[in-house]
């Protein structure tokens, strides 16, 4: 995976959550082991468990370029989760 320089800007950006004004709903199915942490973590530091998610998409979408990302993903075997 390649990772890119980060401007000031930039890494400014990463490090701040969104107005929650702003904010989108998503719904996501995560692994027991990934809903786990995630749930550690936010109880762990008092923060939100859609704060840790941000914060993170925020660093990783900074750091890796799509094309690199949608490559990692696909070779992970990542696809289209639908129910039928």
Excluded: K, Y
Excluded at 36 to 58: C, G, M, P, Y
């Amino acid at each position: 995976m390649s990772l890119r320089r980060m401007n000031g800007s930039e890494a400014a950006l990463s490090q701040r959550i969104g107005e929650p004004q702003n904010a989108q709903r998503f719904t996501v199915n995560l692994s027991a082991e990934i809903g786990a942490e995630l749930r550690d973590i936010a109880t762990t530091h008092r923060v939100s468990e859609s704060s840790v998610v941000e914060i993170a998409l925020r660093h990783l979408f900074r750091r890796v370029s799509a094309p690199a990302l949608g490559t990692f993903l696909r070779e992970r075997g990542a696809c289209l989760r639908r129910r039928a």
